[in-house]
């Protein structure tokens, strides 16, 4: 069974939401071919969905600004804009996105104190979301993956796949997916690279 793994295709992570990801709405036609490639057997995505005041935002920090690095739980924590917060607009999946065809979406994010880049866990590795069971249980052995952002929740998910799917073939789609920054998206690409995740684009798929 081959999976689309799509990482928080979000108006808060598109031109105009609260955490911007430069061009991330070019994602979504790039999504959108692959969802229609007929190459998948299984479509997830993933969304984040915070409660308000949520521990990574720089709101809830007295002090703090976004893009700080602060502290959460004891942990090193990126201090973000509110962004992504349950029931609001921003956190809808892009309105373009062939959400129909998904045959599961994943919330993640929703615990106050800890944040959950991956898809699989959150970032202290500690509380599964279930999604590494639920491949296991479709006999998932190849997952593509891809979405917003790449240098976090899209790197963090990819890595996991990895780790908790032993034997599972991982790729990372380079053009259906977009980074916050240009030097971030270079050293996720070099570091899922050096760990075995194939990078490729999404010609490799649809003419594959
Ligand atoms: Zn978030």
Same mark, same amino acid.
């Given at each position: 069974?081959?999976?689309?793994?799509?990482?928080?295709?979000?108006?808060?992570?598109?031109?105009?939401?609260?955490?911007?990801?430069?061009?991330?709405?070019?994602?979504?036609?790039?999504?959108?071919?692959?969802?229609?490639?007929?190459?998948?057997?299984?479509?997830?995505?993933?969304?984040?969905?915070?409660?308000?005041?949520?521990?990574?935002?720089?709101?809830?920090?007295?002090?703090?600004?976004?893009?700080?690095?602060?502290?959460?739980?004891?942990?090193?924590?990126?201090?973000?804009?509110?962004?992504?917060?349950?029931?609001?607009?921003?956190?809808?999946?892009?309105?373009?996105?062939?959400?129909?065809?998904?045959?599961?979406?994943?919330?993640?994010?929703?615990?106050?104190?800890?944040?959950?880049?991956?898809?699989?866990?959150?970032?202290?590795? !500690? $509380?599964?979301? #279930?999604?590494?069971?639920?491949?296991?249980?479709? =006999?998932? +052995? *190849?997952?593509d993956?891809? %979405?917003?952002?790449?240098?976090?929740?899209?790197?963090?998910?990819?890595?996991?796949?990895?780790?908790?799917?032993?034997?599972?073939?991982v790729r990372f789609?380079? !053009? $259906?997916?977009? #980074?916050?920054?240009?030097?971030?998206?270079?050293? =996720?690409? +070099? *570091?899922?690279?050096?760990? %075995?995740i194939g990078?490729i684009?999404?010609?490799?798929?649809?003419?594959?």
């Amino acid at each position: 069974m081959k999976a689309l793994l799509l990482i928080d295709i979000q108006n808060g992570f598109c031109p105009g939401g609260n955490l911007a990801v430069p061009d991330g709405d070019k994602v979504v036609p790039v999504a959108n071919r692959l969802i229609e490639s007929g190459k998948y057997d299984l479509i997830v995505a993933s969304q984040d969905w915070h409660p308000e005041g949520h521990g990574s935002f720089a709101s809830s920090h007295p002090g703090k600004q976004p893009f700080d690095l602060h502290v959460l739980s004891g942990k090193p924590q990126m201090m973000w804009p509110d962004h992504c917060v349950q029931g609001t607009k921003d956190a809808e999946l892009h309105p373009e996105l062939r959400v129909p065809e998904i045959d599961l979406i994943l919330q993640k994010g929703e615990n106050h104190h800890v944040d959950s880049y991956s898809a699989f866990r959150d970032n202290d590795q !500690d $509380a599964i979301t #279930g999604l590494s069971n639920f491949f296991q249980d479709q =006999a998932v +052995d *190849e997952i593509d993956i891809c %979405g917003l952002a790449t240098d976090y929740c899209v790197k963090f998910s990819a890595l996991d796949a990895l780790e908790m799917l032993p034997g599972v073939k991982v790729r990372f789609i380079e !053009d $259906a997916s977009r #980074g916050i920054t240009p030097e971030g998206v270079t050293a =996720a690409i +070099d *570091e899922m690279r050096a760990k %075995g995740i194939g990078i490729i684009t999404s010609a490799d798929v649809i003419d594959g």
